[in-house]
């Protein structure tokens, strides 16, 4: 049996994700974990999708931080328009058998069929090169916001704009290889991927290009043609071009076809009188090009493609259009927001995304700003005590004894993780108890007779609940109390 996902069903998860963060009652956060080091610190091991993962990622867990709706989107790929590079050109019918053009992939999603400009603008390749299988290097940069016209450009490549990235989401959403896409929804028939403009609701004017591109896309209209055979034998009344209607199930669109010597050269839309893309074709088609024609004296074999748009119009949906089936979460760690919960004395390897972690506190699903995933414990003396230590409450380790290790410092209080001692058991401190440091032999401090009841209140997530979704292994990010780590998580459906 031969199936296929589509393209469709991976943007349409991704949409299922985006909204997922925005529904009331659930609760998605960025956390950071493991402050100690990998095997090989230059070499950060693969995830795996195992319980043994995922149980890794609750007890290395530090702080998490939560993703407002506000702090995703839909992505793509990046491709930046590069003087001297070939690009593919949109076409209706790529596949195995028929690749694009230039990257050889079997449909546009895949291909290098759009690109993003220093400016932040961002357009699709409706053309490339303006002669049969002419496929040339795109020489000049496309520039225009015309919202209802593609851009023809002098080394014969056509663009069609789509939009601009606006400054604040660039910030938080552009990598060197990604950038984020939305569609508002200026279309009853599109559905927007903010908080209006669903299906059967047009979504409010926001003044931008985007809004007027997407509201006028012409469903059905043909902006490009392709010679599939160039014919023989052909004489013109006069000139070298010919006006054809196309025919098929929609109406208007006008071919001006050129001929070169005694064949036919190239084909584009016509601009008598305006440009006749037409519109509401699916199905298209020509006549029998010969002398029946009008204009055309002799000659025959000729004939064309058209390219039909996507359904709605170029740019009416540029998620769907151009394949943004990538989420891109921005979080920004700022010094040691959350009253301390992010530690700036201590790095971490680890980032992932964690769906509807519990509150220690009442065992509701959390919807604090953050959260702090270690424990806490006060100690008469910390001064020997460095963050990565690892602390006993005996010399000597088995099946019975305490063990933590220290993840940041202040002053006398100790943020901690719990650990596996040599017995398989996590067992925690009790007030009073000794401390011992990395295995010594003597004792370096104790624990204060309240050092363990007074911080009940850490962790305030309960470890081991909610949905971890996803796992990233990084080498060691240094943190600072002056510093702002800006994560960008890109996860692809």
Not at 165 to 170: E, R
Request: proline share 3%; net charge negative; hydrophobic share 35%.
């Amino acid at each position: 049996m031969a199936a296929i996902i589509t393209e469709k069903f991976r943007t349409h998860n991704a949409r299922q994700f985006i909204e997922d963060f925005s529904e009331s009652g659930q609760s998605n956060y960025v956390f950071i974990g493991r402050s100690h080091s990998w095997t090989d610190d230059t070499q950060p091991p693969a995830p795996a999708n195992s319980q043994s993962e995922e149980i890794g990622a609750y007890e290395d867990m530090i702080a998490l931080k939560k993703v407002s709706s506000t702090d995703i989107s839909h992505g793509l790929v990046r491709y930046n328009w590069t003087s001297g590079t070939k690009y593919d050109e949109y076409r209706d019918d790529y596949s195995a058998t028929n690749t694009t053009n230039i990257t050889g992939v079997s449909n546009f999603f895949d291909g290098r069929g759009y690109v993003i400009t220093d400016e932040f603008k961002v357009y699709k390749c409706l053309r490339t090169g303006g002669s049969p299988g002419a496929y040339v290097n795109s020489t000049n940069k496309p520039v225009s916001v015309d919202t209802a016209n593609p851009e023809i450009m002098a080394d014969g490549y056509m663009w069609k704009f789509m939009y601009s990235v606006v400054a604040s989401d660039v910030i938080k959403f552009v990598t060197n290889d990604f950038i984020p896409v939305k569609t508002l929804g200026a279309q009853l028939k599109v559905a927007g991927s903010g908080t209006n403009g669903g299906f059967g609701t047009q979504a409010d004017n926001d003044g931008s290009a985007q809004w007027d591109v997407e509201n006028g896309a012409v469903d059905g209209g043909i902006y490009h043609y392709v010679v599939t055979n160039a014919g023989s034998g052909y004489s013109l009344d006069s000139g070298t071009t010919v006006d054809v209607a196309v025919e098929g199930d929609g109406s208007g669109a006008i071919a001006t076809l050129t001929f070169s010597g005694s064949s036919l050269a190239s084909v584009a839309f016509s601009t008598a009188g305006g440009n006749k893309y037409g519109t509401g074709y699916k199905r298209a088609s020509f006549p029998t090009l010969d002398s029946t024609i009008s204009g055309i004296s002799a000659g025959s074999g000729a004939t064309i493609k058209a390219v039909i748009s996507p359904i709605n119009g170029h740019g009416a949906d540029p998620i769907e259009e151009l394949g943004g089936n990538y989420a891109i979460v921005n979080s920004r760690l700022e010094f040691g927001e959350g009253s301390g919960d992010f530690p700036t004395d201590n790095d971490f390897r680890r980032i992932g995304l964690i769906k509807n972690p519990v509150q220690s506190s009442d065992g509701t699903i959390s919807s604090e700003a953050s959260l702090t995933a270690t424990n806490q414990l006060t100690v008469a003396d910390a001064s020997a005590i460095l963050v990565d230590d690892l602390l006993t409450d005996a010399a000597s380790e088995s099946a019975t004894v305490a063990k933590v290790r220290v993840i940041s410092k202040n002053s006398n209080v100790l943020k901690t993780q719990p650990v596996v001692n040599s017995g398989g058991e996590y067992v925690a401190f009790a007030n009073s108890d000794e401390v011992f440091r990395n295995g010594a032999g003597s004792k370096t401090t104790d624990v204060t007779g309240t050092g363990v009841s007074a911080n009940t209140a850490h962790p305030e997530m309960t470890r081991f609940t909610g949905q971890i979704l996803y796992v990233e292994n990084r080498g060691a990010v240094s943190r600072a109390a002056d510093q702002i780590e800006d994560i960008k998580l890109i996860i692809e459906m």
